[in-house]
Structure formats: C-alpha cells, structure tokens
Antibody
C-alpha cells in the first residue's frame, strides 16, 4: 500500500523558516516525480514544487521561487521542502503527492501538514 | 495566462445525476489535456477519482464517470449519495510538464 506521511508543519513568524518532510512507503520511490501541493484556508489546490525521480530537475511556482527548495533522499524514501522567508500568504496545508508522469495524474496524496505563518 | 474554470457550486438531489465541468478561459479541453478529477471532503486530503479523461482510480465507484462534453472535461455522478457532498477539483495538463488545477466546485447533495 502506497503511503505518504508528511511532518514538520507548525506555527512560524513571518520571515522564518520551516522544513517539511514526507516519508514514502509501499512503492519504488526513486521511480516517480514527487510534488508538494498546498491549499490555503478555504481556497483551492496549488502546485508549489516538483522534483524529478533522480533529483536532477526541480520546478517551482513563481510565488515561491528563491524562497523554497525541494529535495529528496531516495536512499531514505523521503521528500523535503525547505521553506525560507515565509510570508502570511504561505499559510496552508501542504500535501506530499506522487505524480505518474505518463498519465499526468497525481495518484496518491499524503494527509497533509499545516503551516501557519503569523506573528 | 490560461485559467482552468469550474462551476463554483452545484447542488443535486439524492439519487440524482449531476455533471460538473472543467474548461479553459481560452480554448477547448480535449483528451490531450489529460483531464483528471479529485474529490475532497472537509478536513480530508484530496482523493483521486478519474484520470486520462475517463479512467477511474482503484476503488472509485462506477457512479463516477469522466468524459469530454463539447469543449470541456466533465465529471458525472449518477445516483448521487449523501457522502458525495464534497469539493471537486479538475486538473489539466498544459504541456511542458505543467499542470493546473481548476478553482474547484462545491457540490451539495440535498
């Protein structure tokens, strides 16, 4: 069974940093692109960052470029999101999501971790 | 910048049929956009329902179906049940590795 378990969320002040983690199991982690998708309170879904199966390509939504860094450790079946210079508008639930490239679908989702940026 | 459009809200009676759509602010949706659909109940993570236009994910009841209707992707729920009351999001592939979510449709079953 595919499982994605996020951790690392919490309350942080504007300008602060946070590192999210996602522990993957039940599939060959190094065979998939992985993504972080966020959802602000009462809002829709937004793709934030994605990383190729071997870590050689990374892409970000414009609003987080230069502030967020996605990475992965295939030996530990783990995905990360380093978030710096956090802003109030980064407040959201962050989901770790597996993507099947050939089918263009996000096929498995974690339960999410809440990040709150507030003073 | 092309926006993915969905009805903000919709209502259906229990046992009824409803079709939610997913369009583009400019242009038509085709199978080349690999439409997929996600269901999200309050407080829960999204669940994948449909991908590549009309393929149901494992475990999804056959009362959920996907299609292209006119110039939009569509999600049809036949025989709606109370626990189908959720937010539904579509996702379209724009090319060059980029996929974009629609704003979501809040479905009420009453």
């Amino acid at each position: 069974e595919v499982q994605l378990v996020e951790s690392g969320g919490g309350l942080v002040q504007p300008g602060g940093s946070l590192r999210l983690s996602c522990a993957a199991s039940g599939f060959t982690f190094n065979g998939y692109w992985m993504n972080w998708v966020r959802q602000a309170p009462g809002k829709g879904l937004e793709c934030v960052a994605k990383i190729k199966h071997d870590g050689s390509e990374k892409h970000y939504v414009d609003s987080v470029k230069g502030r967020f860094t996605i990475s992965r450790d295939n030996a530990k079946n783990s995905l990360f999101l380093q978030m710096n210079s956090l802003r109030a508008e980064d407040t959201a639930i962050y989901y770790c999501v597996r993507r099947v490239v050939t089918l263009k679908v996000f096929d498995h989702w974690g339960q999410g971790t809440l990040v709150t940026v507030s003073s | 910048q092309t926006v993915v459009t969905q009805e903000p809200s919709f209502s259906v009676s229990p046992g009824g049929t409803v079709t939610l759509t997913c369009g583009l602010s400019s242009g038509s949706v085709s199978t080349s956009y690999y439409p997929s659909w996600y269901q999200q109940t309050p407080g829960q993570a999204p669940r994948t329902l449909i991908y590549t236009t009309d393929t149901r994910s494992s475990g999804v009841p056959d009362r959920f179906s996907g299609s292209i209707l006119g110039n939009k992707a569509a999600l049809t729920i036949t025989g709606a049940q109370a626990d189908d009351e959720s937010d539904y999001y579509c996702l379209l592939y724009m090319g060059s590795g980029i996929s974009v979510f629609g704003g979501g449709t809040k479905l009420t079953v009453l």
